[in-house]
Nanobody, 119 residues
Framework: QAELVESGGGSVQAGGAVSLSCAAS????????LGWFRQPPGKERENLVT????????YYADSVKGRFTITRDNAKNTLYLQMNSLTPEDTAVYYC????????????WGQGTQVTVSS
């Protein structure tokens, strides 16, 4: 059974940093596009970062470009998101996902982890 399990969320002050992890079982990360999404309170979920399995350049949303970094450890089948210079606007539930970014089908999702940034 495929499962993505996130960890690393929490509360941090503005200007701080948080690192998220997404460990997969039953899903081979190297075969999928990988993404990080977030859903702020009262807003729709948005795609922040996409790492393409084809090797094309990683996509970063303008709102996180230069502050967030996605990495992957294939041996551990784990995806990471390093988030720096956080602001209260980054407060959201963060999700990892695996799928096909071109078609918009994200087949596997993590359960979500809350990140709260206080001013």
């Amino acid at each position: 059974q495929a499962e993505l399990v996130e960890s690393g969320g929490g509360s941090v002050q503005a200007g701080g940093a948080v690192s998220l992890s997404c460990a997969a079982s039953g899903v081979i990360f190297s075969r999928y596009d990988l993404g990080w999404f977030r859903q702020p309170p009262g807003k729709e979920r948005e795609n922040l970062v996409t790492m393409y399995y084809t090797g094309r350049p990683t996509y970063y949303a303008d709102s996180v470009k230069g502050r967030f970094t996605i990495t992957r450890d294939n041996a551990k089948n784990t995806l990471y998101l390093q988030m720096n210079s956080l602001t209260p606007e980054d407060t959201a539930v963060y999700y990892c996902a695996a799928g096909n970014a071109g078609t918009g089908y994200w087949w596997y999702w993590g359960q979500g982890t809350q990140v709260t940034v206080s001013s």
